[in-house]
């Protein structure tokens, strides 16, 4: 039998994660494989990759809670398009990972401000963290200017998973 | 409620994708979701991130049937360790995808000889293959010499998904 | 002594490689130093990093004979913005690379028709190949629509290096 | 003419950057082309790449000192083969880049410990800071145990360039 196929994700539930609430509160959980593509010659898991799998949990912490980047670029009524852009991250590295490994992206929100959002994020592995990370990411329209969080966005940002 | 992570992805039912039978036969299927690290600034998908996603695709089938980079790397019994290195790769790009979108790589066996492996991967969009790869493998010594493909192996890449 | 930095690289006479006459004839060359993101557990280069440095060596190609990619996307006088992308690409994987070897990108146009361009790219160590490419690409505008190639461009892809 | 290619890259002179004296004192600097894989749909670098930046960076600062990878993965004599370890990061993305754009990575030691090391990074476009980072490293046997730095390469991380 094949499956459906739509462009959109919806023959893969789990695709973008989860919405959940753990022992620190609501978060947004995502899990990832280590390829070959994230490991370096050490034969562990080049720090980079980090970098990236964090930047994969914000942008479907986001699309879960309604805020796609398509929807962000094309504009909404009235609103410049735009897209979230990394001013800030304090990055530590705690354990390594290995190919093949399944790891938990998990991300919280921190703090909102006007216009800023900053993220805590981290990785574990077996559930035990492997690496933190904070990032203080900002709204920015295609012109280059800081923008304000829509109050939509920010209670959406802030709300419990149902 | 947090789900539980035991580091081997068992909490999450399709993160390896799937084995199944379509119109063309026995293949796996792993779905790709769009990240900003997969894209350029053309705005759409970067080319080399097909080659990304297709080594995802042949990594997931191979764990699937049972056979995964640690296994291979550790060696079995009276065998040394070893790796698949690809050898040939024909690639074309047929449609563009971007930011977002879900997309699906299909593998399935082309050929096997004693020592090499073809696959014909193909990613599609909504249905629609948008890039297709054939791709000969070859597996690898750690002393880089070419190893026979064991008979349980073979059985395995041309069995039926049950 | 600090150097000058013009943010345009005038100050690093080899960064785009160069254009010069070897026994196949007219090339590009250009020089790639294996970094940590460039290889995997295996120990040796990642298959993929050899696409993103064929790529690497195309663009510096189109740079010293007139043609970036910025100057191609914001478009020439009566003509619409373009980029060049990829249709079709034949790898061979010859003989491994490691951390910290230097290698050599050689490209030379291998053909060129109305609207598409073929290259033929080849990566050495030590002056043996490792690894060869055949690339095809086309001019595309920004709505999608394959371009011809200008006459002022084909004649720069013929010439000889003076 | 062709160039000798001895895959060490001495026909290439400026390819690992330089050791230099800036106003901020004694540095290691390497140039870096934006390209199509640096940047992503925003049309600006990809963030993440950044991080691939300075790896290369203090890559080819410590093998301006005398110290490769290849070395230190090797072993000396009498000691395990080991490598550096990132820590932890501190990063500051301050204004965007641009394919084609040609940055400069600037790596200066900040500090030494028994057994880390910390570096200010910095890269810059047009002699104007871009982004910054402070980044700790360690260095780890193999079998994962942290190793202090000899004397000869702390001598060497605080030498002035000749």
Redesign the interface.
């Known amino acids: 039998?094949?499956?459906p196929?739509?462009?959109?994700?919806n023959?893969?539930?789990?695709?973008?994660g989860?919405l959940?609430?753990?022992?620190k509160g609501r978060c947004h959980?995502l899990?990832i494989?280590v390829?070959?593509?994230d490991?370096?010659?050490?034969?562990?898991v080049?720090?980079?990759s980090y970098?990236?799998w964090c930047?994969?949990g914000r942008?479907?912490f986001l699309?879960l809670i309604g805020s796609?980047?398509?929807a962000l670029?094309e504009g909404a009524a009235g609103r410049e398009p735009a897209?979230f852009?990394?001013?800030?991250?304090?990055?530590?590295?705690l354990r390594?990972a290995?190919?093949?490994?399944?790891l938990?992206v998990r991300t919280r929100v921190k703090e909102t401000t006007a216009a800023t959002l900053t993220l805590d994020q981290r990785i574990?592995?077996?559930?035990r963290d492997i690496f933190t990370a904070e990032v203080m990411v900002v709204l920015v329209s295609q012109s280059?200017k800081p923008l304000r969080l829509s109050s939509a966005l920010r209670d959406a940002l802030h709300a419990r998973p149902s």
């Not at 490991?39 to 562990?44: E, M």
């Open positions: 039998m094949s499956r196929d739509d462009g959109d994700g023959g893969w539930p789990d695709l973008a989860r959940l609430v753990d022992d959980v899990p494989r390829y070959f593509e490991t370096d010659f050490s034969g562990l080049y720090h980079g970098v990236r930047e994969r942008s479907d699309r796609d980047h398509r670029l897209a852009v990394v001013r800030r991250m304090t990055l530590e590295f390594p290995r190919i093949d490994d399944v938990e574990s592995h077996g559930g280059g």
